[in-house]
Nanobody, 122 residues
Framework: QVQLIESGGGLVQAGGSLRLTCSAS????????MGWFRQAPGKEREFVAI????????KYADSVKGRFAFSLDSANKPKYLQMSNLKPEDTAVYYC???????????????WGQGTQVTVSL
């Protein structure tokens, strides 16, 4: 079984930075994709960034492109979401997920973390 835990969320002022971590355990195949998604109250869960374990440039949502970076750990596995120049509209619960397909659709992922709250104040 694969288990995921997000960490690093918190309260930050607009323009600030935060680094989220997705800690994964269990058997993860090299063909898997890790994704970051976010959900604000009353809204649908939306794609933020995805990256293949097998090696690939990450894909970002237009809303975060140029501000967020999805990076690897020392073992070259996707792990960190560096969030810079944060805006109030980035406020949401952020989730990491793993699935078999390189997809921006949340329902294509079969393992999810519990989420971590990110709040960006004015």
């Amino acid at each position: 079984q694969v288990q995921l835990i997000e960490s690093g969320g918190g309260l930050v002022q607009a323009g600030g930075s935060l680094r989220l971590t997705c800690s994964a355990s269990g058997r993860i195949f090299s063909s898997s994709t890790m994704g970051w998604f976010r959900q604000a109250p009353g809204k649908e869960r939306e794609f933020v960034a995805i990256r293949r374990y097998s090696g690939n440039s990450p894909k970002y949502a237009d809303s975060v492109k140029g501000r967020f970076a999805f990076s690897l750990d020392s073992a070259n596995k996707p792990k960190y979401l560096q969030m810079s120049n944060l805006k109030p509209e980035d406020t949401a619960v952020y989730y990491c997920a793993i699935g078999p397909a390189y997809s921006i659709i949340p329902s294509d992922y079969n393992t999810w973390g519990q989420g971590t709250q990110v709040t960006v104040s004015l």
